[in-house]
């Protein structure tokens, strides 16, 4: 199973962009890199998922160097609401998934 | 779309009583998904059902936690008896496959929150 170190914690400030980097030096093959998002009293959101080079969507962007070994949710322009705990998750279909601490990020005005 | 529902949201019980936890997984999702997650910590799953068949139960103290599927669909949670260190959220969630990957995404529900004093 694959581990994942992140920071434990980020500051911002609004209208900055966020880069939140999680290392996964032991990846395999099939897995894939996914990112949630989870606000205070409420369950996991699911972010962004890729397997290689870069993935958007209409929240974030989610960056995969060819090697694979870490990955880098891109937040743009952060705001207040944007203030959370975010897990970088790797595996494949049909496997278990470990979870980290995730990163709390804390957005300040 | 329903999301993942739960109940109760929020239930404080004494040590060595019981509790159970109900889930309504996402019409369609074969995959069940039963997480504790401790303040400060990220979920731990307790146990993985696929339809009504239990596919991992590895971190599930089967000593005082059980769960069930029955018919594939809703799925409950018990601790009998509970002690103070399973003061936690308990989460379930529910996807079409399972594991991640390959557009599979998990879906979480908004949790039960358990303290056992």
């Known amino acids: 199973l694959a581990k994942t170190t992140q920071p434990i914690s980020m500051d911002s400030y609004e209208g900055q962009e966020v880069n939140i980097t999680c290392s996964h030096n032991n990846i395999a093959t099939n897995d894939y890199i996914t990112w949630y998002q989870q606000f205070p009293s409420q369950g996991p959101r699911f972010i962004i998922q890729?397997?290689?080079?870069?993935v958007t969507n209409e929240v974030a962007s989610l960056f995969i160097p060819a090697d694979r070994k870490s990955s880098t949710l891109s937040l743009p322009r952060v705001s207040l609401s944007d203030t959370a705990v975010y897990y970088c998750l790797v595996g494949e279909p049909g496997r278990k998934l470990i979870w980290g601490l995730g990163t709390s990020l804390a957005v300040n005005p | 779309e329903a999301g993942v529902a739960q109940s109760p949201r929020y239930k404080i019980i004494e040590k060595r009583q019981s509790v159970a936890f109900w889930c309504n997984p996402i019409s369609g999702h074969a995959t069940l998904y039963w997480y504790q997650q401790i303040l400060g910590q990220g979920p731990k799953l307790l146990i993985q059902?696929?339809?009504?068949?239990?596919?991992?139960d590895s971190q599930l103290p089967k000593d005082r936690f059980s769960a069930e599927r029955l018919k594939g669909v809703d799925s409950t949670l018990k601790i009998q008896p509970a002690k103070l260190e399973d003061s936690a959220v308990y989460l379930c969630?529910?996807?079409?496959?399972f594991g991640t990957g390959n557009g599979n995404t998990i879906y979480f529900g908004e949790g039960s929150w358990l303290t056992v004093v």
């Open positions: 059902f696929q339809n009504n068949g239990v596919v991992d």
């Open positions: 969630a529910s996807s079409l496959g």
């Open positions: 890729g397997y290689k080079t870069k």
